[in-house]
T-cell receptor, first 115, second 111 residues
């Protein structure tokens, strides 16, 4: 399967600041990557689909101006949480799907804590 | 509206026992049903998956049973081990790798 990495694994930031989370595909070129959000003891909720070289597609209810996604290369997608607030504290997970398969591979996640 | 409903929320099983987790869905457009295992602080890892044209799939101690007419599927973990203690999520695929996840089941296997 595919290997997906995320950086950082844990970040603490102050309210009002922005934080960038990186998602890398280490062994496959990913034209599409996905960003999920997971609150403690809850399920994963798809936030947006990241498309290489074009704009991301956001799920209903997700603020695109707050969660900026950039997919500048076939191996890197970034999620920037702008003007973070404590309610943005969550576990952010990216994933990629391999072309020709139904399988989806997840990164290890990034825990964001906004103080 | 929750696309995939999962139960139970938590499960305690003795070592060597069978763990059973159930999921139900409504959307008949779903075409792929994976199960993921997640340990605390880690991303989900694909465990086993099934397509709706198959009624059962077995991989080692893990079995998916799929009932298309009832729109239900379940995960059976045979000979459960303490190392299986984790949170399990069912999911359903729709529209090119868009996945909806169940609410998760926290499994605790007692030694």
């Amino acid at each position: 399967g595919a290997v997906v990495s995320q950086h950082p694994s844990w970040v603490i930031c102050k309210s009002g600041t922005s934080v960038k989370i990186e998602c890398r595909s280490l062994d496959f070129q990913a034209t599409t990557m996905f960003w999920y959000r997971q609150f403690p003891k809850q399920s994963l909720m798809l936030m947006a689909t990241s498309n290489e070289g074009s704009k991301a597609t956001y799920e209903q209810g997700v603020e695109k101006d707050k969660f900026l996604i950039n997919h500048a290369s076939l191996t890197l997608s970034t999620l920037t949480v702008t003007s973070a607030h404590p309610e943005d504290s969550s576990f952010y997970i990216c994933s990629l799907g391999l072309a020709g398969t139904y399988e989806q591979y997840f990164g290890p996640g990034t825990r964001l804590t906004v103080t | 509206q929750q696309q995939v409903k999962q139960s139970p929320q938590s499960l305690i099983v003795q070592k060597g026992g069978i763990s059973i987790i159930n999921c139900a869905y409504e959307n008949t457009a779903f075409d792929y049903f994976p199960w993921y295992q997640q340990f605390p602080g880690k991303g989900p890892a694909l465990l086993i998956a099934i397509r709706p044209d198959v009624s059962e799939k077995k991989e080692g101690r893990f079995t998916i049973s799929f009932n298309k007419s009832a729109k239900q599927f379940s995960l059976h973990i045979m000979d459960s081990q303490p190392g299986d203690s984790a949170t399990y999520f069912c999911a359903a695929r729709y529209n090119f790798n868009k996945f909806y996840f169940g609410s998760g089941t926290k499994l605790n296997v007692k030694p």
